[in-house]
């Protein structure tokens, strides 16, 4: 029993692709995106045009279906960094667009560094 609960959980902590459709209107054009992430990455949320479509996946693909034609705005978040673009979205084929992330370890020690540094000028000012 303890052999299959380890299995689960370590098959749940695997990176797995994310489908997720945008809420476009019927009668609009629409295309695909697909966002190929440079590593697996922690906390991925990303919006289209302002519209939350994915939030706290652990993922290295991400597939939007029905985004709108044309250009996009599209923010993106992973490992606590984030990304600001806009990118134009065919509807004949789908935008796929590569992504570099950062290391979610190195992020945590950069946050922890600059805390320290900002712990320590605070204090030699007061």
Known sequence: MRIVFVVLLAIAGCAHDV????????DEPTGSIVLLLSQPADDVNVAVNGVLV???AHTGRIVIDRAPGGN??????ANGADKA???YVGTDRATTIPLGVPDGSTGFI???FGTLITIVAYSLLH
């Open 19 to 26: 489908h997720v459709t945008y809420p476009a209107a019927p």
């Open 54 to 56: 994915v939030e706290d």
């Open 72 to 77: 996009v705005d599209l923010v993106m978040t």
């Open 85 to 87: 673009m806009r990118v």
């Open 110 to 112: 950069k946050s922890l």
